[in-house]
């Protein structure tokens, strides 16, 4: 009843078994914060002597530090105080949106401990010159967390657009169309640290990393996670993610999550996309911006909270149109929460009156009311570039052998 | 290294793997639909004496026949053919929709081997007189079944609204709210079969048990099966289903699928769920007859072949509408299909190249085009009672030796 393993396997099961068990002991002490080997034994079911002999392994290689020895100098003791370090292994993580590049360095615990953000405008330059100016600013970033003892092991793009094998098959609001952003980047930052590897590159849309930082570190984290919504990332276009059972949910071609161009009126604007009355046509940075009269996203805020009236209507259109749109999402995927992420952070309390008033008439459960809180702002966690970032961490904490 | 079980634990975990091959040998046996010993000990990775003894195990509790025994008599050789058994445990599967009741019994492999099916009109009577002619249906169809020696292990519903814990929480064709549909049905069945056991019993939304159907004997099955669709079923109202990966999204209260309220257009005619412009009042069956001017479904494929301008534009409109609030889902959830069922089935010709106008010009991916066959007709397997059968003896195959 058995797989008949030869002794090659039997070896193979073993390293396997304990690269494990390392991961589960390292993810054990992150997710706690600070705990013991005693209560990591318990919480994992393996034995103090097996959890010790893994803590001293991650504790030589780095990736766990322990505090409170005892008078003797003596380390080891189940009673000894174990956190995740905080310095060592980190994440590079670089959002590239239409208006900010945004660069992060976490730690393994998934915090920012590096940030560099340039507001620039990525419409007016070409895809490679953006790929460079994102490559310089991430360079700098990784030389700030070089004196935090900070060595990045992977760096993660995170993109406006359509995102499949490293490549932006379309970013409309950028004016992207097949642009190979991650070998570009790669290569630029390369170039500008003679003498260091290559670092390994993943992508994401942009959506899906703060949706992901979202689950890590904000809604999905703490004492009443949450682990199925939907998050909207309001920027130049309206990002989308789905969240379902505590994962992403990605779609057969990795494009899943691209709220911003349903239709909300069939016969309106003419989008970027080609199509016609998408929901970034009227809830999408400028189309808020126009409806307002105003110039830029802070001032919307403002004006809102003054009380200015076409401010307040410009919210209100977009909100209604935020409901209309967010009722088919919520019938179609039975969320627990949405999520409004990106700019719309600030602004929930003038959109979710009229987006509740359409969820609570449009979603057939009935389950949706004004004020139940089942709409509402991200945490100050929901951000792309901690989100990508967090992604290298994790690949690390999930295997650590394979960096030690 | 290891979790120390104690004796009672490897006690424990010896059967759960024995349980756990009886059913990889089972559903392997089932999926190739006719193998021999020693080609499913090389397809799931057993000893072939391991595989023997499972056999020998399954095939003396009726779930496996052999055939092909050699002169001498002797069973169990390795080149005996193998089959699951078209008598013995079995599943009862009930549609109740809102102008039909259809019950099916399913045998292990999954295969109608009785269906029954009565159209009468749902929304004439109340919810327990419909769960008691369901119910007098259903002992009929257990009668026929026991004729062909197949005895029923479970029952499923398959219900047209929203279904949890066993409740119809809404189903706004019927006029059902807050029925329990379940236990109704569960009483009014025993009460007609006395002296024999109650079945266990289950419910599923219509849409999400045809969709598994669609997914175990349809386009998920087959030498390219899809994994990942979104499911339509035309009935008087527009049911929905998801599947992602091979496995049906539910939602956070069991409630996900259900496209048929997604706004097609915002200030459109009332719908029976309060809210306005919902697809099924553009699409579903009540909008089609009443566009074409016909009284009944199969007028309108005969009407449509027939070439009859009002019908055809009729069919065009839904297909329009159809496509612009699919373009939407798609954009959501990048299936690698749109499979339309129930009424739809013999529509696909007409509804198809207005709704593939809307998904080649809305889908940002640019992956869907006329004609490229994501958009398709669901398979002659594609029915809800079946499914919901199916649910049944997928359970028993999941493990036998519960069963047995």
Redesign the interface.
Known sequence: ????PGPAASKAD?DT??RH?LSLVLRTVRDEGETTRAAVAARV???RA?VSSLVEQLLAAGFLTERGKTFSGQAGRPGTALRVALTGPAGLGVEINVDYVSVCVVDLTGADRVRLTEYVDNRSAAPGEVLERAARIAARTLDSAAGQDLDAVGVRLALPG?VSGGRV??A?NLGWNGVAAQSLFASALTALRPGRPALPIGSDNEADAAALAELWFGVGAGPEPVR?FLYLSGETGVG?A?V?GGGL???????????G???A??DGPPCR???RG?LEQYAGQDALLRGAGLDAVPELEQRARAGDARTVAALERAGRMLG??L???V??????AVVLGGIYRPLVPWLAPAAERELS??V????WRAGDGRLRGSSSSGDAARGAAAVVVREVAADPAAYG
């Open positions: 009843m058995t797989t008949s073993k078994v304990r068990n079911g393996l034995t097996a359509l098959r379309q409309p199925d989308g789905v379902v949910l990605r779609g057969a071609h990795g494009f899943a999550g691209e709220i161009h349903a239709v009126d069939p996309c080609g199509a998408c209309l749109v009722s088919g999402a019938n179609l995927l039975d969320p627990e008439g449009r057939v459960s009935g389950l």
